[in-house]
Every structure is written in C-alpha cells, then in structure tokens.
C-alpha cells in the first residue's frame, strides 16, 4: 500500500476539494464543489444522472482540468502534480475499460507494465489479483466474452494494479445484476479492509448505505447536503416507529388508538398487516415518549417497539423537491420501478 504524501495543509485528508468549477458551454457540471475525504473511509457521492459525479471523477484522477477550484488527491495537487498523482490512485471507470480482445490475465500483466512494474512483478501482480477476484479460471479468455459481473470484477482488479491509496469508482454497479452488484459490493468492502481510501459515486441510495461512511449530495453540480450517513438521514426529516403489539388482534384496536390520540403534531398511523405492526411517524423523542407511555397505560403488551430512520431516497426527495432520477442506460431491473417514479 502507498502511503499518502504528506500534506501541511490536509493532516489525514486522502481528498480535499476546494470551489471547484467545471462549464462545458451553458452547462455548469460542476458550480462550486467542496469536499473531504478522511483516509481510510468511503465517501459515497450520491446524486442523478447528470449530477456532475463523472465530470469530478475525471478531475479528480487528473483526466481533465478544472476552470476553477483547487483540489488533492493523496496531498498531491490535480493540477501541479498530475504524475505523482496518477501513480497513487486507482480509477474504475462508468463503462468497463479493459481491452475486450485480450484475456482477462493479458489486459492485468499489460496495465502493470504501463505501470513501471517488471516483467516478473507484473506477472505475479496479475496471477493474484485474477485469484483474488475469482477470475483465474477464465484468465486465458478474450475479455469480451466475459459476463457484465466478470468484467466489472476485472476492472476493479486493473484499478488494483497499482497498489493504489485513493480508489475512485464511478458508478461501479450500474446496470449490474442485484447478484453482481451483491459481489461488487463484498469486493469493494475487502479493498476498504485493506485500508484504501474510497471515493465511490453512486445513483442507488442503497449503495451508499451499504459502502459509504459518508455522503455527499451533489444535485446540478452543486453539493446540496453532506455528512455522516445516519446523521444524514436524522437531519432530515423524522423517524418512523414500529410498534408491534404481542397479540395479532389488538393491531387494528392499537392504531385506532394512536390515532386517537391526540398527541400534538402526530402524523397518522399505517398498519403493516403482513409484518403485524403499526408505523407511527414520530418527530421527536418527546413523542417517542408519549406514545410508549399511552400503549402501556392502555394495557396493550407489545412485542417490540423499534425507530426507523428515513430511506436515502426519501432523503433526496426532501433535500431537492425531487426524486433521484434514474440512469438513462442499463438499470437494474429491480431498481427501475421506484426509480423511474
Ligand atoms: N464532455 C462533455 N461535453 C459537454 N457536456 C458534458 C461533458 N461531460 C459532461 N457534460 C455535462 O455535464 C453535466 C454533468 O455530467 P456528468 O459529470 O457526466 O454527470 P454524472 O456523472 O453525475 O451523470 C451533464 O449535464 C453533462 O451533460
Ligand atoms: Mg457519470
């Protein structure tokens, strides 16, 4: 693993942007971003297509160069520094960028040799890396008959070459499968064992929560909301509790009663038949309280009471006004209805 450069200004920073800028004509794809990475974590950078995520990605990785901002990766500068840069980090591109005519261990053993490693290191870079991503059966195959899973596990492995301290993974799992994408997942996790420092960008809300430590919210170019995941998602808007009473019968009788209630500012109650449970949207502990002591006044025994916090996406809607807008190509299928909303 390379060690970060030291950095006076950035003390345990992998990545530090700065007002960064980025017009193409009429288009501000990036209008004023400002952000942080801390070593060692995942910093998931959520927003729709079009948000600006690759337009940072490509900056970030010194792919192209800013109009105006300031930005680094590693303690390295993206625009004094680009060589030094480039040889600490590793990217995973939106669209696979292996060479579908040459075998998965060629495409491997070639990018370590683009990477100054010898012969002898880029092979044996190569035999483990294709082990490590359960790729070493198919090792001698063309690239291109590889499955969209295999191909997205080889170029996670080609961004590994490097030994890199910053990872940067655009969109990993877009139009993956939900089995893949589980896959993509476990290894991008194992890579964060490892101690690289991740900077992902991600549509799915549920990718963030699964990988990220924290989030940033980018909407047209502009960040619109950040932090850790859960305060997140306490800071906007309330808690949802699940009130389950112990006998079945007394689920209809309970939200009745909690309707009834009266509790000041209470939103009203749904009942989960299938799951036997009454959900009572909550806005403060107070009214946590309320409700617990009015169930248990009434005599009602219940079998568990538990706090949800509100979904990712419900986030983005009270964050923007709007919903997430899906990707425009290869949606995974079990995502395209609630996101084509
Ligand atoms: N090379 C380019 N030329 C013109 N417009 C671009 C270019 N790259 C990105 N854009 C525009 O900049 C905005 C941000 O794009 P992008 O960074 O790709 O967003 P995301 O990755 O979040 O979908 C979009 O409106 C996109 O159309
Ligand atoms: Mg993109």
């Known amino acids: 693993m390379k060690r970060i450069h030291d950095d006076p200004s950035g003390a345990g920073r992998a990545v530090s942007v700065r007002g960064l800028v980025k017009h193409y004509g009429e288009t501000k794809a990036l209008d004023g971003v400002d952000l942080d990475v801390r070593e060692g974590t995942v910093m998931g950078v959520l927003g729709p297509n079009g948000a600006g995520k690759t337009t940072l990605v490509r900056i970030l990785s010194t792919l192209i160069t800013p109009d105006a901002g300031r930005a680094t990766v590693a303690g390295y500068d993206v625009m004094g520094q680009p060589r030094q840069l480039r040889r600490v980090i590793g990217l995973t591109g939106q669209y696979a960028s292996v060479d579908e005519k040459l075998p998965g261990w060629e495409n491997l053993y070639l990018i370590g040799r683009l990477l100054d490693l010898s012969r002898k290191e880029a092979r044996s870079r190569a035999d483990e890396l294709l082990e490590r991503f ?21 170029d996670l492995a080609a961004s590994m070459i490097g030994r890199p301290a910053v990872l940067f993974l655009d969109e990993p799992t877009t139009g993956l499968d939900p089995r893949t994408r589980n896959e993509v997942w476990d290894e991008v996790q194992r890579m964060v064992g490892d101690g690289v420092t991740v900077l992902l960008t991600t549509q799915y809300m549920e990718e963030a929560e699964q990988l990220a430590t924290e989030l940033t919210v980018v909407d047209r170019g502009k960040v619109i909301a950040g ?21 079945p019968l007394h689920l209809r009788p309970l939200a009745a009663f909690l309707d009834e209630l009266g509790i000041t500012g209470l939103a009203s109650t749904t009942v989960d038949a299938e799951r036997g449970a009454v959900l009572v949207p909550i806005l403060s502990d107070e009214q946590l309280t309320a409700v617990v002591g009015a169930v248990t006044a009434r005599g009602i025994t219940l079998a568990s009471i538990t706090t949800e916090l509100p979904s990712l996406d419900e986030v983005f809607l009270s964050l923007t006004g ?20």
């Open 134 to 154: 359960s790729l070493t059966e198919a090792a001698r195959r063309p690239a291109g008959t590889y499955s969209g899973g295999m191909r997205r596990r080889l």
């Open 227 to 247: 932090g850790g995941i859960e305060e997140l998602k306490a800071k906007v808007g309330g808690r949802t509790l699940r009130v389950r009473p112990a006998d």
């Open 322 to 341: 709007h919903r997430a807008s899906a990707p425009q190509d290869a949606t995974p299928a079990d995502t395209r209805e609630e996101a084509a909303v």
